[in-house]
């Protein structure tokens, strides 16, 4: 790719991105007749709608007319490297983390991040997901060697000082937002899984968190217990246990005994 | 009729996707983007594997960036090579354009100029998609909107001799022909008339919109409105010397009630069967 051709789309893409005072002059035959806008104003909107499309709660709270000047900056920063659209936006959470216009909006990356979640688990791998009956009857000691490994459309996430999942779920498809002063400013986390086919969610602790860290960094059971009381003391084991096989948050691949 | 079983179809949209799945209207079938279903799992794949399962479904990709000076993306088209066994689509297609460059994705079908080289590149990057998917695709005439220097080809030869050097096929979108005829200066008619019929796999059928400044002098291929009388006139040409092909109905924007473009479906499903009648 060193040929004319590959010149002409070196300096094609070039004038595509840059801002209009900033096109280069290369191509300026092209770049100068009005038709040039066509391409650079469909490449923009395509990029652009598609952050919309896959940061639905974040458009929520912003509206669309800042979204749209946020995501703009964004694309010219960071142009999709994928053709599936469905993934762009990787990096659009820390994107607004750093973005000076969002200081006075500090929960908005995070919002962005289970936004992004959502996606992924949206577009995660089929796996059959573990069921109770699995594990019922296993002796405590036994149960405490078993490694569970997270379904691959599960994703979670505590966020420490603020109510990232009231915050976003009230967004992503409520049909009315409420105003937000209802809302109770301490720490919340978030559960997204994928158990019957359709992305679902839930508010999750920290010590839940904690230990679906542990099972995914391949830890047993006892130790995700142990991170996870060790995290919030007054954390219900069993209750914990049932809410995340009745949100289908494991794989039905494991168990598979921890033996030494 | 090149495939006995199918006429006139619809882009699949997700929000007619319920109304889509119990159609039964003779020789429907639904076109779909390959990009929007490139996942490892999940609903998305489910949903297609419902709709090949009671409709023939067409992969029409908009990204292998055919037209890049570089081969394809080996991971883009090994997940494509994937689906397409999944979902055995009835057709596969692609586009005269480019639209990844170096690690980037710019959602558009650009252009480029006709040359020599590029056309040996092309034909290359069509050989090995052929080749990776085990099949015969078809590629399209893009919308211009800009006149390039340097052509060494119009785009009828360049086309034939694509499917000369590679034993591609080709889609020929009537819209796309009306809005690059405007906006280039030629005539559309002459084009429709000249295009190499024997290799014609499909026909695409579009609406467009007006420049919001220039008018009528620049057409943009939008596919946000009804086809309009000029396309239809111009797909009824076509049909009249090429005879029935299949004939997709392509709306992305502004979409209206699934009952409407049924209707614009419902057109071209007629005049594909009047042909037919006319041929025999």
Redesign the interface.
């Known amino acids: 790719m060193n040929g004319t051709l590959a010149r002409f789309q070196d300096d094609f893409v070039q004038s595509l991105l840059a801002p209009q005072s900033d096109m280069p002059s290369t191509l300026r035959t092209l770049t100068l007749q009005p038709g040039f806008a066509v391409y650079r104003n469909t490449v923009m909107k395509g990029c652009i709608d598609a952050l919309q499309a896959n940061f639905p709660a974040v458009l929520k709270l912003v509206g669309e007319e800042w979204f749209r000047a946020a995501a703009a900056l964004h694309v010219r920063a960071q142009p999709p490297d994928d053709a599936r659209l469905l993934h762009y936006g990787v990096h659009f959470p820390a994107f607004l983390r750093n973005f000076a216009p969002a200081t006075e909006l500090p929960y908005l990356w995070a919002v962005a991040q289970l936004d992004r979640f959502w996606t992924e688990a949206h577009a995660a791998s089929d796996a059959d997901v573990l069921t109770p009956s699995v594990l019922a009857g296993l002796p405590p000691a036994q149960m405490g060697e078993l490694v569970l490994n997270p379904h691959p459309a599960t994703r979670w996430a505590w966020y420490d000082d603020q109510p990232i999942y009231t915050l976003w779920q009230r967004n992503r498809d409520a049909p009315c937002m409420g105003d937000g002063d209802d809302v109770t400013w301490c720490g919340e986390g978030a559960l997204i899984t994928r158990p019957a086919g359709q992305v679902q969610w839930t508010e999750f602790g920290a010590a839940g968190c904690a230990f679906l860290d542990a099972c995914c960094a391949g830890q047993p059971l006892a130790q995700a217990a142990d991170d996870a009381l060790a995290c919030d003391a007054r954390v219900d084991l069993a209750q914990l246990m049932a809410s995340l096989l009745d949100a289908g948050a494991f794989s039905a691949k494991t168990p598979v005994r921890n033996t030494p | 009729m090149r495939y006995p079983d199918i006429t006139a179809g619809l882009g699949l949209k997700l929000q007619h996707f319920d109304a889509a799945l119990e159609n039964a209207d003779t020789g429907m079938w639904f076109e779909v983007h390959p990009?929007?279903y490139?996942?490892?799992?999940?609903?998305?794949?489910?949903l297609l594997e419902c709709i090949r399962a009671r409709h023939p479904v067409s992969l029409h990709g908009?990204?292998l960036s055919l037209a890049?000076?570089?081969a394809p993306d080996q991971a883009?088209l090994a997940r494509l090579a994937a689906l397409v066994e999944q979902i055995e689509p009835v057709l596969v297609s692609e586009h005269l354009a480019?639209?990844?460059?170096?690690?980037?994705?710019?959602?558009?079908l650009?252009?480029?100029?006709r040359?020599q080289?590029?056309l040996s590149?092309i034909a290359s990057n069509i050989a090995c998609t052929q080749d990776a998917l085990g099949r015969r695709i078809a590629i399209e005439n893009p919308s211009?909107?800009?006149?390039?220097?340097g052509h060494d080809w119009d785009e009828i030869g360049f086309l034939t001799e694509l499917t000369r050097r590679t034993g591609c096929g080709l889609l020929l979108d009537v819209n796309n022909v009306y809005v690059s005829a405007n906006?280039q200066g030629y005539s559309a008619e002459a084009y429709i008339d000249t295009f190499p019929a024997d290799a014609l796999m499909e026909i695409h059928l579009a609406g467009h919109s007006l420049?919001p400044?220039?008018g009528k002098?620049?057409l943009?291929d939008s596919h946000d409105a009804p086809i309009a009388p000029e396309v239809w006139r111009l797909y009824e040409r076509l049909i009249a010397r090429c005879g029935p092909c299949p004939t997709l109905i392509e709306r992305d924007e502004q979409i209206p009630a699934f009952a409407d473009l049924l209707a614009e479906r419902g057109k071209a499903h007629a005049l594909l069967c009047n042909t037919e009648l006319a041929c025999v």
């Open positions: 990009e929007n490139l996942v490892d799992g999940g609903p998305r794949r489910a908009v990204s890049a000076d570089v883009h480019w639209s990844a460059w170096r690690g980037m994705y710019l959602p558009d650009l252009p480029f100029p040359t080289a590029a590149r211009h909107y800009i006149a390039i220097a906006n420049d400044q220039l002098g620049l943009i």
